[in-house]
């Protein structure tokens, strides 16, 4: 407690957000949440006043009627108040975006910093984005978004959106970023699992816009990877589909390309494309200026896109435990990129030990360079070793993901002499990531070795230690 201080001199001790005031103080600071209140006095003295503390809501101005797009300005950006920082508590902010009569708002959430806290399991109750096809609080509710689950990309059916933001008075969260533009074709596909989305042509299945490009990010939930089924392409030919075309790469814009330009579902592939990262990227172009070819055909293109019911990658913060392959027993799936992230806890490190699973059957290091195909029921399972007998595809950093990428980094491999790693710390990250298309495909290639023949499944166990 504070000690007797005479009444000129402020006495004041913050410990860890608490403040203790006593003698004569006036005193102004703003909170956020709530505020407990604790008046001690002891049996000494009787003859002072007490206290009297005024408490007083600061609203933060968040909100804004006149948010306006046009062919000008086509695209701006609206973040919940102190975006990237914890958004204030008790926030309730809205914004009408308006666009040109007669065009649409075109509204994309960011998916990978978009966070909401929210306590209830099945409805968006404590912070949350709410957003309405129309120009006020009154217009059709479109949907309440809370925790890690943007929305996809969101079109008005007339040329405004209304979009409010709340808060309750306890814990925080980053809030969201997103853009409104004036709408044109592609945006966000936010995946759920379990459920399949269309990503169609504009105008599916009639005919598509002549000059015209749109682009798609697909997103399927963390540690998944996305699918996507070709159930129709009928579009303009062209030799090599150079003029219109779908194309679909991995990941993003620059990513490895998974489709190449295709035009017509005889060149699809029948069982479908996978994304190697939790992402992929749809393109679609239409450079010819005719569209004749459509008539009595669904014209464009239609792709399903969903995410994989298996995973691989996540938090692991459990005493023991087993990771293999994603796929595995039934299948290994080629080309994947997976992190893990180990969470010890202070004073703990995690033991890793790599190995493989089925040791029978495993050419030594070097043989596979011989490329003797494999026999029947082999399941495709080979040792993949480079010239060090080290396990190429995982690599494990001491740390936090982030120091993959800095200097700080020394990456380490399973290798025929050390199968086991200890973290230096109570953090580690452990990333998988196929390295056939990066070392082999070349040389693969001329011996028409596939690339599934090239994997052997193992395991990885690890254990809390002190
Ligand atoms: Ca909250």
């Given at each position: 407690m504070c000690e007797e201080l005479p009444s000129a001199i402020i006495g004041t001790t913050i410990i860890g957000g608490k403040a203790k005031r006593c003698g004569q103080i006036s005193y102004e600071k703003t909170l956020s949440g709530r505020l407990y209140a604790y008046f001690y006095t002891d049996n000494?003295?009787?003859?002072r006043k007490g206290f009297k503390l005024t408490l007083e809501e600061v609203v933060v101005?968040?909100?804004?009627?006149s948010l306006w797009v046009d062919e000008k300005n086509p695209k701006k950006y609206l973040t919940s108040p102190e975006f990237p920082h914890m958004s204030p508590n008790s926030l309730n902010c809205y914004w009408v975006i308006h666009t040109i009569p007669g065009h649409r708002v075109k509204f994309t959430v960011d998916h990978k910093t978009f966070l909401t806290q929210n306590s209830d399991e099945d409805e968006c109750v404590d912070d949350y984005l709410e957003i309405r096809?129309?120009?006020?609080?009154?217009?059709?509710?479109?949907g309440k978004y809370c925790n890690a689950d943007p929305p996809s990309t969101i079109f008005s059916s007339d040329s405004s959106l209304f979009v409010r933001f709340i808060t309750d008075m306890y814990a925080q969260s980053m809030g969201f970023n997103a853009t409104y533009e004036v709408a044109s074709c592609g945006g966000s596909v936010v995946l759920k699992q379990g459920h399949t989305s269309s990503v169609t042509s504009p105008n599916y299945p009639s005919a598509y816009p002549s000059q015209t490009t749109c682009e798609w990010n697909v997103h399927a939930p963390r540690g998944h990877f996305v699918e996507a089924e070709v159930d129709q392409i009928w579009m303009n030919y062209s030799e090599n589909c150079t003029m219109d075309y779908l194309m679909l790469r991995d990941?993003?814009?620059?990513?490895?390309?998974?489709?190449?330009?295709?035009?017509?579902?005889?060149?699809?592939?029948?069982?479908g494309y996978q994304s190697w990262h939790d992402s992929m990227f749809v393109e679609f172009h239409s450079?010819?200026?005719?569209?004749?070819?459509c008539t009595n055909r669904k014209c464009g293109f239609d792709l399903k896109m969903s995410s994989t019911p298996y995973e691989c990658g996540g938090e692991i913060n459990d005493d023991e435990g087993t990771i293999i392959l994603p796929g595995y027993p039934e299948r290994i799936i080629p080309h994947l990129s997976c992190e893990w992230i180990f969470k010890a806890g202070m004073g703990h490190r995690y033991a890793l030990t790599f190995s493989f699973?089925?040791?029978?059957n495993v050419p030594s290091p070097l043989t596979f360079f011989t490329a003797i195909p494999p026999k029947k029921n082999f399941q495709g399972f080979y040792l993949k070793s480079f010239s060090d007998h080290c396990y190429p595809d995982l690599e494990i950093f001491n740390g936090?993901?982030?120091?993959?990428?800095?200097?700080?980094a020394t990456e380490k491999r399973f290798c025929q002499n050390r199968t086991s790693f200890i973290s230096m710390s109570d953090l580690a990250t452990l990333t998988y990531q196929d390295q056939i298309r990066y070392s082999l495909t070349g040389f693969m290639r001329q011996r028409s070795?596939?690339?599934?023949?090239?994997s052997k499944p193992w395991k990885i166990t690890y254990r809390k230690v002190c």
């Open positions: 000494s003295e009787k003859n101005d968040c909100s804004s009627t096809d129309g120009p006020s609080e009154a217009s059709p509710l479109i990941e993003n814009s620059t990513g490895e390309i998974l489709m190449p330009p295709t035009c017509s579902k005889l060149y699809a592939n029948v069982d450079n010819s200026s005719t569209t004749g070819h699973i089925n040791q029978t936090p993901p982030m120091v993959k990428d800095s200097l700080l070795i596939l690339d599934d023949r090239l």
